[in-house]
């Protein structure tokens, strides 16, 4: 006789404890899971915590809601700051004129001008070379003046001009640009560069920047932060060309960054940009890359003067604001069709490009979590809003347009800012290399 023997009643019978015994096991698992994920979180609030206040060493903690108190203080500092520098509507003064004592009456007569400007206009603002070509100047002067714009609650920006320079210093012999037979290059205008590749003259120029933001200034701008464009029979005494010039741009935008905002938390940051690159976006010959200030910098300056697009300007059709396809070329027999004639069109859609791009940058980081940050090597900032727009505006007249009949009087000047208001832009700036700007242009 055959003995089949069932086990299904069995395996019922132990089923309930099974479970039982199955859960425990994971509910101890999860639970082990659980307590080691919040320890290691509140670990890591703890490190932040401690690296927020620079107290990454090992020393003494600090109350971790003082901690959260004095980082949320130092943001809304910081955000008041930059609510502060947004619409800004300035003009540029020499280093010359900012510096010159009462008994320089040229230079008084010229600064007098501007600030009758700064009185009974919408300018809000004033950019003062610090650094030109011809070297870095901070005098009593200076100071007092700045004290004065600020009793009016002008913004101050110190322009700083890095890597070009109009006069040979000697004892910086070794880090300038040379020539085959070791004597010093010069640009086809004439001026020298110092390479932009040593942490010599690096260190030199975040030095200088220190010593600006102590002198009392708002925000300091960065101008020719890049190489020089025509370098094809320049030697670098240190720049080895294995890397991109735009690696080296970086790398200092970097450098500044983190030693500028260590030393002041809300300081406010800017570099001016070729304007073609509001439209093109990048010009590896001299190593400007928008894409790489878009962490760094709280403004971008591109120098949309309509006169210095020498080769043209043309943009594709923008359907998302039903906008047509526009080319203005830099010669014509017919001087309406320049695009030096074209102040308003050029102005507007070179900043609607640059927002474009940027915005599409700013955006495609959020998503793959890489959020833009303006924090300092021990994360003593904020996590900064998406870079804005001040563009630097023509108040200027170039001779080859004059001699075809084109000057930037008060009607193009004001076309151009129009044109930055109509794009949305965080102010602008009038560019005039003799400080005589054009108040029937500005409203008062």
């Known amino acids: 006789m055959k003995i089949t023997l069932s086990f299904k009643p069995i395996f019922f019978l132990f089923l309930p404890l099974v479970l039982v015994i199955t859960s425990f096991f994971i509910y101890k698992f999860l639970s082990l899971k659980t307590f080691q994920a919040q320890k290691e979180t509140q670990l890591l609030k703890e490190k932040v915590a401690q690296i927020l206040i620079g107290r990454d060493d090992g020393g003494e903690k600090n109350d971790f809601s003082k901690i959260i108190e004095d980082y949320n203080k130092k943001c809304y500092e910081r955000e008041k700051i930059l609510k502060k520098s947004e619409n800004i509507k300035g003009v540029y003064i020499t280093k010359y004129v900012a510096n010159a004592g009462e008994k320089d009456l040229a230079a008084q007569e010229i600064l007098n001008r501007i600030k009758k400007i700064v009185d009974e206009t919408e ?69 020298f560069w110092l390479d932009p590749a040593s942490s010599q003259v690096q260190k030199s120029i975040i030095d200088l920047s220190l010593e600006t933001i102590d002198f009392g200034f708002d925000e ?13 029979n320049a030697i670098y005494p240190f720049y080895d ?101 074209h102040p308003y069109e050029v102005i507007l859609r070179s900043i609607f490009s640059a927002e474009d791009f940027i915005s599409s940058v700013f955006e495609e980081n959020l998503k793959l979590g890489r959020q833009p940050h303006c924090l300092s090597q021990n994360l003593k900032l904020l996590f900064c809003p998406k870079p804005k727009i001040r563009p630097w ?15 930037y009087d008060a009607q193009k000047v004001k076309a151009q800012i129009k044109a930055a208001q109509d794009a949305q832009a965080s102010g602008w700036l009038l560019w005039d290399p003799s400080n005589i700007y054009t108040i029937e242009a500005l409203s008062r």
């Not at 300091?220 to 094809?232: G, T």
């Not at 200027?396 to 000057?407: E, P």
């Open 241 to 341: 060309k294995k890397s991109e010039k735009k690696e080296i741009i970086r790398d200092f935008y970097l450098k500044i960054r983190n030693n500028l905002r260590e030393h002041k938390s809300d300081i406010i940051l800017s570099v001016d940009l070729f304007g073609e690159n509001a439209i093109k976006f990048s010009s590896p010959e001299i190593g400007q890359d928008l894409i790489n200030t878009i962490d760094i910098f709280d403004y971008i300056s591109f120098m949309l003067y309509p006169s210095h697009f020498y080769f043209g300007f043309e943009v594709k059709a923008d359907e998302k604001r039903n906008l047509p396809a526009l080319h203005f070329p830099a010669q014509d027999k017919d001087p309406n069709k320049v695009v030096s004639n």
């Open 123 to 191: 300018i809000n603002g004033v950019v003062i070379d610090v650094k030109d070509e011809f070297g870095f100047q901070l005098s009593e002067n200076l100071k007092k003046l700045i004290d004065e714009f600020h009793q009016k609650n002008i913004w101050v920006i110190a322009r700083i001009v890095v890597f070009r320079e109009a006069s040979f210093n000697e004892k910086n012999r070794d880090f300038y640009l040379q020539k085959k037979d070791k004597t010093t290059w010069r640009d086809g205008k004439g001026y």
């Open 393 to 407: 505006l023509q108040n200027f007249d170039l001779k080859r347009d004059t001699d075809r009949g084109i000057f």
């Open 220 to 232: 300091i701008q960065f101008d020719y932060l890049r190489f020089p464009h025509d370098d094809q």
